[in-house]
């Protein structure tokens, strides 16, 4: 049996990928002051393991924390940041011999649409790495993002038929097939599949993370719009019946906590960019929130804090962030604490 964990569950680390001159962000001064903010913030909490392209660049970001305790780094090479859908996913793998398993999926740069070797091969270095050595790992043929699934924790598992039938990832499996390697790889018993698009700017095919969140195993946070005059407005409406007609494993609807759009936020040629509030980060004792400088900001802390009452929430700096397409779940993958790391 295997159990593909909820985010929510205590976590022996978080790590991310700092941004590197050689990336893509114009805006580099401004996004590492966000990922300042991250690494401070996420340490208070618990271990931060920073993945940074070689020496040099360690002694950089090292420069800019200030040796603050709880931070790891490994280095090795990638592509893009986005280490929600290029880093392993954890599973307890439920057997005699082996108690957990990093798997490490198949990763195509959304579709084919960006370089992406580096990025493929990123759990291989980690796998290699003192920190992580030791773990029964698996590499599967499959492409799946991290960003694309979300777990209760009790073999329920939330996804969008728009990102993983989309014919870019695995055009060699029918949807069936496709729903059969979710079930056996992650341990799920059932499958919630929402059709939504992508919000504007998203390249992801509709990553679940952008649009609905399982908070705990009863209570789904949503990306919504009330904006008649919104592009989006209708789509997200339609979501949101489909979300309503979703029942608990125990057979009961889902308690829905609606988190409205900021602004729309646009780059320099005026294409609208993905920010939204669905794309927050639950670690030990707190959730970041990832936030815009704009009023919706107090609305959503405001939902979020009552979701998760026994937590910190925490406004998280995200703006410089969406001139990239993501934001700060995009940017993390969590450790399950079962996951026993060197550090």
Known sequence: MIRFPAEW???SSVVIAWP?????????????DSYHFI???ISRFQPLIIVCKNGEHQQHIQSLLNHIERIHFVQADYNDIWLRDTVFLSVEWLHPKAKLQLLNFRFNGWGNKYPHAADNALNLALFANPIFKGHPTATLDLVLE???VESDGHGTIMTTKNCLFNPNRNP???EQAIASQLKNYLGAKRILWVEQ???AGDDTDAHIDTLARFCDANTIAYTSCDDLDDPHYQSLKNMEAQLKAFKTEAGEPYRLVALPLP?????EQGQRLPANYSNFLIINDAVLVPVYDDPMDAVALERLTKCFPERQIIATPCRPLVHQYGSLHCASMQIPEFVTLNI
Do not use: R, W
């Not at 590197?20 to 590492?32: K, Y």
């Open 9 to 11: 569950e205590p976590q």
């Open 39 to 41: 690494a401070t913030t």
């Open 263 to 267: 602004k729309p936020i646009a780059d």
């Open 20 to 32: 590197h001159p050689s990336g893509d962000f114009t805006n580099l001064p401004a996004v590492e």
């Open 197 to 199: 698009d992508n919000l």
């Open 146 to 148: 991290g960003g694309s």
């Open 172 to 174: 060699d499996l029918s």
